[in-house]
C-alpha cells in the first residue's frame, strides 16, 4: 500500500500470550513485531505450528493485513488489516471460511475459537468460519484448552451481556479427543458470529449471586457410552449435595476418520481422536457461569469416575474463586470491556482470578496498545475485587460510517 | 372451521357441568352436618373450659366416615364391618407413583435447548418448562378464560358476518352461518388472516362473461350512488384506480418519444408538450432566445 507508514510496530519478545496479542493488534490497528519466539529452542525454534495457523486464520478473516516472518520464524512482524469477517471475495466460499488445522496441532479448537469470538464483534460482515482438517480436537487438551462445549455454553453467552446475542452459532458437526500424543484430531466445527455491532456495551456486573443450576456435557468419542455414565455419575456424586438442579447430558458418537495413505492403498482411513470427556458449567441466579473441563488422557489409562470426579471438584474450586467471571471467561470480558465506549464499566472478579499470569499480562498489554489502566478496589464480598475499565471507543472501524 | 368450534363449545359446556354437579353434593352433606359439626364445637369449648385441651386425633377417622357415607349411604353399617375383617390380614401396599414422566419431559427439552448449536439461553426453557404445570393447577381459571376468548371470538364473528345470515335461517338455533354463507364467511376470515385474493373469486372464464361481471358490478354500485344523492344520504368518496406513472420501457433502438407505428412517429399534443417545454411562461421563453 502507499499509504503513509503509520507508527512504528509495537515490540513485544516471547512465545507467551502471542495470540492475545495479536487479537489486540487487530482490535486496535496497531503493527506489531514479536521478536524471539521459541528463541532459546534447539528442537523447534521459532513459531509453532498452531500459531502458524492463527496467524493464517487472521489472514482469511482480514483484510490487508501484512504478515512477515523472519527466516527462523522467531520474528513476526504483524501489520492488521480491516476485520472483514467471511464476506465473499475474501477467501471464503459461500460466505464460509474454510480453515484447516496441520495435523500436528496439539491445541484445542478452543484455542482459536476464543479469540475469534473477541474479533467477530467489530468484522465488518459475519464471521462463518469452519474448521477442518486432521489438527482440530473438540475437546478439552492436555495444553490446558477448554473444549468447544465449554465455549459454546459459558463463552458465547458472555456475549449477551455486551449487548451481542443474535445469531450466534457453533456447530459441533464432529467431535473428536486428542489424538495420540496428544497431536491431531478428525473433528469439526463450525462458528457462526452473526451479530456484528458498532461498540460493546458498558458492562456493570458486582454481584455473583449463588449457584443455582449445573448442566454439564458428556462425552465419549469412539469408546463406549458407559464411560458417560461413569463419569456422569462420579460428577453428581460431588455435585448433587451442591446443586440438586444438576443434569449432564450424554453424547456418544464414533471416532472420526482422518485420510493416512499407504503404499497400496492410497484412500485409506485411520481412527484418531478417541477417548472422553466431561464439560460442566454452573449458572448463578445472576446469570454468571462458571465452567470445568476434563478429557481423558491420549496415552489413555484413566478412570471415568475419576475424570468425573476431578472435573466436579474443577468446576467447585471455579466457584469458590467467586467474582462474576471465571478464570476462563475473564479474558474475554475484560479485553469487551477494554474496547467499549469510552465509559466507565465495571466487574467484580476473584482475587485468584484477577492475580492470574494471563490477567495481569492482558493488563499490561492493552496499557502498551494504548488502552487506560484498570482501577481495582476491594468488593463487597471478601476475596473479590471489582476492575473498572475505561474503554477506548476504539469499536468497529468497518462500521464506523453506519 | 365452524364444526369444530361448535365440537369444542359442546366439549366445553360438559366440562362446566362437571364441577357444578360435585358442588351440589358437597352442599348437601355439609348442610347435613353443619349442625353437628357446630354443637360439637360447642361442647368441646366448654369442655376445654374446665379441663385441658382436647386432641384433635378424630378429624382425620370423621372425614373417612363422611366419604364412605357419601359413597354408599344405604350400607354404611355393613361396611364397616368388612372394612374391620379385612385390616387383620391385609398386605400393606405402598405405590410408589412420582411423577416421572413429567421431569422427564423437562430433561427432553432442556437437552434439546442445551445441546443445541446455539450457546443456551437455559433461562427461558427452563421457566417455560417450569410455567407449564403451574398452568395446570388452576386449571378452573384458566378455563373460563379460555371460554370466554371463545365466546368473545363468536361475537366478533357474529357481528363481521351477521350480514351474511340469511334472515329466514337467522331463526334457527345455530348462530353460525351455514351452506353458501359459510364458504363466503370463510372466505372472508381468511382475507381478514391475509389472504391475497378470494377463493371464491373465479379465475379463469370467458372474456365475455367477465365484462359481464364488470359492467354489473359498476352498474350496481352506480345505482347504489345514485339512491344514496336522491335520498340525500353521503357515501364515501369514490376511488378511482390510480393510473400507473410509470416510465415505458422503450426498449433498445426505439423512438426516445412518442409512438412509432406503420414506419411514422407518431406524437401525441402531451408528447409535443414535453418536447416544446412550457412556452411563453415566466422565465421559459426568455432561456429559448439564443
Request: aromatic share 4%; net charge positive.
Amino acid at each position: 500500500m502507499t499509504t503513509a507508514p503509520g507508527p512504528a510496530p509495537l515490540k513485544f519478545t516471547g512465545s507467551k500470550h502471542l495470540i492475545q496479542r495479536l487479537v489486540l493488534a487487530t482490535l486496535t490497528g496497531r503493527a506489531i513485531r514479536i521478536s524471539q519466539i521459541r528463541a532459546s529452542s534447539h528442537t523447534a525454534p521459532g513459531l509453532a505450528p498452531h500459531e502458524v495457523s492463527f496467524l493464517r486464520l487472521l489472514d482469511a478473516i482480514t483484510n490487508g493485513s501484512v504478515i512477515e516472518f523472519s527466516y527462523t520464524g522467531t520474528t513476526v512482524l504483524y501489520k492488521p488489516g480491516l476485520i472483514t469477517g467471511s464476506a465473499a471475495g475474501y477467501g471464503s466460499a459461500g460466505g464460509v471460511v474454510r480453515h484447516e488445522l496441520p495435523a500436528d496441532c496439539t491445541r484445542g479448537a478452543s484455542y482459536f475459537i476464543t479469540p475469534l469470538c473477541l474479533l467477530a464483534p467489530f468484522s465488518k460482515a459475519q464471521v462463518n468460519v469452519l474448521f477442518t482438517g486432521p489438527g482440530v480436537i473438540t475437546s478439552a487438551t492436555p495444553t490446558g484448552d477448554i473444549s468447544v462445549d465449554t465455549v459454546r455454553t459459558a463463552i458465547l453467552p458472555l456475549y449477551k451481556s455486551f449487548g451481542i446475542e443474535n445469531n450466534l452459532e457453533l456447530r459441533i458437526l464432529r467431535r473428536s479427543n486428542a489424538g495420540p500424543g496428544g497431536k491431531g484430531g478428525g473433528g469439526e466445527v463450525q462458528l457462526v458470529f452473526g451479530h456484528q455491532v458498532r461498540l460493546p456495551k458498558t458492562i456493570h456486573i458486582l454481584s455473583g449471586g449463588r449457584i443455582k443450576r449445573v448442566r454439564g456435557v458428556a462425552y465419549a468419542i469412539g469408546v463406549a457410552g458407559a464411560n458417560n455414565a461413569r463419569m456422569i455419575e462420579a460428577a453428581r456424586g460431588v455435585l448433587n449435595e451442591f446443586a440438586p438442579d444438576t443434569y449432564i447430558y450424554s453424547d456418544v458418537s464414533s471416532a472420526p476418520l482422518i485420510p493416512a495413505p499407504e503404499r497400496n492403498n492410497a484412500n485409506a482411513k485411520r481412527k484418531i481422536g478417541l477417548g472422553f470427556g466431561l464439560s460442566l458449567v454452573a449458572e448463578s441466579n445472576t446469570g454468571e457461569l462458571y465452567s470445568a473441563d476434563i478429557a481423558s488422557a491420549p496415552s489413555g489409562g484413566e478412570v471415568p469416575e475419576d475424570l468425573g470426579k476431578r472435573c466436579a471438584f474443577q468446576l467447585l474450586e471455579s466457584v469458590a474463586q467467586g467474582g462474576c467471571a471465571s478464570h476462563v471467561a475473564a479474558p474475554t470480558m475484560l479485553t469487551l470491556m477494554a474496547m467499549g465506549s469510552e465509559d466507565v464499566g465495571r466487574l467484580a472478579l476473584g482475587k485468584e482470578v484477577l492475580g492470574s499470569e494471563q490477567v495481569v499480562q492482558l493488563a499490561r498489554d492493552l496499557r502498551d496498545f494504548g488502552m487506560s489502566g484498570w482501577g481495582m478496589k476491594d468488593a463487597d464480598e471478601e476475596g473479590e475485587a471489582v476492575v473498572s475499565i475505561v474503554g477506548r471507543g476504539v469499536g468497529n472501524v468497518g462500521r464506523k460510517i453506519a | 372451521m365452524a364444526v369444530t368450534l361448535g365440537k369444542r363449545k359442546r366439549r366445553a359446556e360438559v366440562k362446566a357441568e362437571q364441577p357444578r354437579k360435585r358442588e351440589r353434593s358437597w352442599s348437601r352433606s355439609e348442610s347435613e352436618d353443619d349442625d353437628d359439626e357446630t354443637a360439637r364445637a360447642l361442647f368441646q369449648r366448654a369442655f376445654e373450659k374446665k379441663f385441658q385441651p382436647l386432641e384433635v386425633t378424630k378429624s382425620t377417622s370423621r372425614d373417612e366416615e363422611d366419604e364412605s357415607e357419601d359413597g354408599d349411604e344405604d350400607d354404611g353399617l355393613e361396611s364397616d364391618w368388612s372394612g374391620l375383617s379385612e385390616d387383620e390380614d391385609a398386605v400393606e401396599v405402598v405405590e410408589l407413583s412420582q411423577p416421572n414422566v413429567g421431569a422427564e419431559d423437562g430433561f427432553d427439552s432442556g437437552k434439546k435447548a442445551f445441546m443445541s448449536s446455539r450457546p443456551p439461553t437455559i433461562d427461558e426453557i427452563f421457566s417455560k418448562a417450569t410455567r407449564k404445570p403451574t398452568k395446570g393447577s388452576t386449571s378452573e381459571e384458566t378455563g373460563t378464560e379460555a371460554a370466554n376468548l371463545k365466546n368473545d371470538l363468536a361475537l366478533q364473528r357474529l357481528l363481521k358476518e351477521s350480514h351474511l345470515l340469511d334472515p329466514s335461517s337467522f331463526s334457527k338455533t345455530a348462530s353460525n352461518p351455514e351452506g353458501k354463507g359459510r364458504l363466503k364467511a370463510l372466505d372472508m376470515r381468511l382475507q381478514d388472516l391475509g389472504a391475497k385474493s378470494s377463493a371464491l373469486q373465479q379465475e379463469k372464464m370467458p372474456v365475455s362473461h367477465r365484462k359481464g361481471i364488470t359492467t354489473k358490478s359498476a352498474n350496481r354500485e352506480a345505482t347504489r350512488r345514485k339512491e344514496a344523492m336522491e335520498n340525500g344520504i353521503i357515501l364515501e368518496r369514490q376511488k378511482f384506480a390510480a393510473k400507473s406513472q410509470k416510465k415505458r420501457d422503450r426498449g433498445i433502438g426505439g423512438p426516445g418519444v412518442g409512438k412509432f407505428q406503420g414506419g411514422t412517429l407518431r406524437l401525441s399534443s402531451r408528447d409535443l408538450k414535453s418536447i416544446e417545454g412550457s412556452k411563453g411562461k415566466g422565465k421559459g421563453g426568455k432561456r429559448g432566445k439564443r
